[in-house]
């Protein structure tokens, strides 16, 4: 997509298919605010109040398995030079719902390790709005890396964090393929990226 414009129609596209705002969000890889934002507007009104979000597509690595093998490999590398820092170990490697199960699933198989994957906008019995889903590999007593493809607001790697320390796990990193907040540590847990993008018109 190439201007807000084209962007507020895939949004419109993708409600009109049943996702829901936050679904919408992780597919865009924009922030749940914008994802709002767009909803709302219309392509051919007045968008000079856009909000000031990266759009971030990354089907080029993506739409090819070489690719995000590739991609995933590097990110194995920076989570095995995190935890070698910080003496951390690794048992599970939890993919987030959608775009991080395939490169979760990547790294785990490098590392040789287990998998398990979380479900955002789903009701846990603890109330969370997310869950870990229990056809894969149990988290409960394990060292957890959590992996994810964007990082937007950190909204959801903390909802993961949570739901690990709630099952007596224990996160040892995060990482993601691009970071547009630019975040060394969540929740006091070290983040690993591949990219990170910083807007110069911060102060």
Request: with cysteine; glycine share 8%; hydrophobic share 40%.
């Amino acid at each position: 997509m190439k201007n807000i414009r084209e962007l507020i129609k895939k949004a419109l596209e993708l409600q009109q298919n049943g996702l829901s705002e936050g679904q919408i969000a992780d597919e865009l890889n924009v922030s749940r605010e914008t994802a709002t934002w767009l909803l709302a507007h219309s392509p051919k009104g007045d968008l000079s109040q856009a909000p000031k979000d990266i759009y971030v597509n990354w089907a080029s690595i993506g739409r090819s398995a070489v690719r995000m093998s590739l991609m995933s490999s590097a990110l194995c590398d920076l989570f095995i030079e995190t935890l070698e820092k910080s003496g951390s170990n690794v048992d599970i490697v939890v993919g987030v719902d959608l775009n991080g199960i395939a490169i979760a699933t990547l790294i785990a198989e490098e590392l040789e390790i287990g998998l398990a994957v979380f479900h955002s906008g789903r009701k846990s019995q603890s109330g969370s709005t997310g869950m870990i889903s229990h056809n894969y590999a149990k988290v409960e007593g394990k060292d957890c890396i959590i992996v994810d493809d964007v990082i937007t607001t950190g909204r959801t790697i903390r909802e993961v964090i949570s739901l690990l320390n709630e099952e007596k796990a224990t996160p040892t990193a995060a990482g993601v393929l691009i970071d547009k907040v630019g975040f060394d540590s969540i929740e006091g847990i070290p983040v690993c990226s591949l990219l990170r993008v910083s807007r110069i018109d911060k102060i």
